[in-house]
């Protein structure tokens, strides 16, 4: 049995994982942004003891315990470089959480933790590489190679959703203009749709919103362009456009074997991967001479950290 | 001793390599593209052949033959799978190249070579990471990851010159829009200048092309600019905001010690490294959590090829 830590902004999840990879148990507990860090360790290694304890297991009867964090993680030195979600600063959690559980454990980014764990487990399955791209506030993402995730060499991480691919395009949280995540997130999604909606009145969309773009959500553009709503269809293809784009120029750099999408926009599944998956297919350098990944929606949702993160610290992983 | 050879568009350059990673001594023949592959590569091996007598070798003093080639390679089966320069597809080189020198062979995609033979003994030597970006009619480049070629999972190859920064953009030669080498190639640079001195009458560079823009050339936008023509000024920092941003895009994902600029426009060194540098610092994600690699330029130019081929087949790289 080993654990499996996924700590979100929100709240920190915990999963007691067997041999396949399956969850056997979860527990959750609320993030404390409001104590120092080590306090809110405590409360991590508390909720380790109490999920042992359910499960009438001890120390000795763990492989090891993963976790998973948001930010920059020294995955070398298990250290917490820095979390804007956490205001955290060189956090050396896995030391403290070794002296109550003297354990094989390893630490990894969120992002890079749910694809390990749809790969292992998950939409990519049977695949030693893929690209996941999670479509929600932001554009985050993880790259898998040969069944192992992959780092850059300095410290700084993998973000994926900070290539920028419109020059002087909308200003990005990062500080730069024309990110992939200001034309691929969900928030990005919104934006066009509300813009979309009020320069056209006549758009179905206004209606769905109950004249009030600030009901406008994700699901909304993608009803209304299935109802044929020429607005709404305009919509789509644009941020499929962009979503192709992004894509493609990760396929370019990654040949992964499967990209998966994740995040709230994914729950379009098909309605989603078919049309962009037709303008990635056209857009991948090489033509005939090159081989393009086949684009899933993710399948383990939110458990893909819970069960990335314990896949850290398995030895035997298929 | 090895070999290296650089298969080029115009002509093949042997060279014949030491354990320090110095070439030796160099030969060099014509591309012949009029004739079926095999009777090219005859031209190689009897290059070969005539090399090592020079030098009074046989083949049980050779270590082994590194090559590198255009285009897409199958570096497991020593194939080339298809060269748009040669018009070569699945061509099995190393195979029939082995009939004639029964000693270890392999090969590489010719920027992939370049990048490794920077890091091995040129502008990157000791470090075990860096991204090589050639800026010539295109852009091309290559990866270097724990002192090995990055490559992607499947075929299809690393095409960083077609990574779409600038969605809908200028038409690339690969038929999609925006990609970096349409802003960033030293072709790039030329439209640019070109465009912006037509517009600008009073720019010196219409006098430095005798008032005929067909004599625009790389140097002239940088030696304007240094004598401070407005018009100049604004085109040079345009052309390295463009190659900021791939460069920063390559870096949020790979992260390497350097990044190196080679091919005609990196012939302008710190006067083009200083200022991209200063550009790309604020660009990286995460800010002062990054570390930010240093951007210089190529060290061994046209020899880059032939001695990261002949470290393909060196055991004991250093």
């Not at 964090?69 to 250290?79: A, L, R």
């Not at 985050?140 to 920028?164: C, D, R, T, Y």
């Not at 395009?169 to 992939?180: A, M, V």
């Not at 749709?193 to 406008?216: F, G, I, T």
Request: charge should be negative; proline fraction near 3%; glycine fraction near 12%.
């Amino acid at each position: 049995m080993r654990i499996g830590i996924d700590m979100g902004g929100m709240s920190v999840k915990f999963g007691l994982v067997n041999q396949n990879n399956e969850i056997v148990d979860k527990m959750v507990i609320p993030t404390r942004l409001d104590v120092p860090p080590a306090e809110m360790i405590q409360d991590m290694i508390d909720t380790v003891s109490e999920l042992l304890q359910k499960h009438e297991l001890t120390t000795e009867d763990l492989e090891g315990i993963g976790l998973d964090s948001p930010g920059t993680v020294d995955d070398v030195n298990g250290v917490i470089l820095y979390s804007n979600n956490y205001h955290w600063e060189n956090v050396p959690i896995i030391r403290q959480m070794q002296e109550a559980f003297p354990v094989p454990m390893a630490i990894a980014n969120d992002a890079d933790a749910a694809a390990l764990g749809e790969v292992k487990a998950g939409a990519a399955k049977g695949t030693q590489s893929a690209v996941l791209i999670t479509l929600g506030t932001g554009v985050g993402g993880g790259v898998i190679q040969n069944g192992k995730i992959f780092h850059g060499s300095l410290k700084g991480g993998m973000e994926l959703g900070h290539m920028v691919i419109q020059a002087g395009g909308e200003l990005c949280t990062c500080g730069r203009k024309g990110c992939f995540e200001t034309y691929s997130s969900a928030t990005a999604l919104l934006r066009m749709a509300r813009n979309a909606a009020m320069k056209n009145p006549e758009s179905v969309m206004n209606a769905m919103c109950q004249n009030d773009l600030e009901n406008m959500n994700g699901i909304i553009p993608f009803e209304a362009a299935g109802q044929g709503d020429e607005t709404a269809l305009q919509v789509i293809d644009m941020y499929e456009e962009y979503l192709a784009i992004g894509i493609a120029n990760m396929i370019n750099i990654f040949r992964p074997e499967k990209v998966i999408l994740g995040g709230g926009v994914s729950a379009q599944k098909e309605n989603l991967t078919k049309p962009v998956q037709e303008k990635v297919n056209v857009m991948c350098f090489g033509g005939e001479h090159g081989e393009v990944a086949e684009i899933v929606t993710s399948k383990l949702g939110n458990d893909a950290g819970i069960i990335g993160a314990a896949c850290l610290v398995q030895n035997d992983c298929d």
